[in-house]
């Protein structure tokens, strides 16, 4: 079960990578979603440890292939609710 913060920090993380394919900065990804540098530190290792996203200290953020498809579900599925509305 994902909470929306963190289907939120994959989308970031998948748009800033050019689809989850490169590493990003905590930094960029502060910067996208207005918050703090530690708060992104915190959240990533979350998601490393849920085997969503790759993290190494200084080197940046990875999507994992699991975390590519999830990113990709909720992308999907905010735009669904674009259509709609």
Not at 17 to 26: I, Y
Not at 62 to 72: I, V, W
């Amino acid at each position: 079960m994902r909470t929306l913060a963190e289907e939120n920090y994959l989308k970031a993380i998948y748009h800033l990578g050019k689809q989850g394919k490169e590493a990003v900065s905590t930094n960029a990804i502060a910067e996208q979603m207005d918050t703090k540098a530690s708060s992104v530190t915190d959240m990533v290792k979350k998601l490393a440890e849920k085997d969503l996203a790759n993290y190494v200290k200084y080197q940046g953020v990875s999507l994992t292939e699991t975390g590519r498809l999830t990113a990709t579900s909720v992308i999907r599925k905010h735009r669904l609710w674009e259509v709609f509305l």
